[in-house]
């Protein structure tokens, strides 16, 4: 998963946006690929008992 964050007052660069688009598609075609790892869910007691 790729994101680029950023607010309403950011300024965005179209050059970064493309290079980083350019970037992403060159992972992509080279089979590159980021393993993301599940995060564990800790559910408390309280809410485990209402569920």
């Known amino acids: 998963m790729r994101q680029i ?3 309403p007052n950011d300024r965005i660069s179209k050059d970064a946006i493309i290079s980083y688009i350019e970037e992403a598609i ?3 075609k080279a089979g590159l690929e980021l393993k993301v790892k599940p995060k ?3 559910i408390p007691e ?3 008992a209402i569920l």
């Open 40 to 42: 564990s869910l800790e």
């Open 26 to 28: 060159a992972n992509q």
């Open 46 to 48: 309280e809410l485990d």
């Open 5 to 7: 964050r950023f607010g």
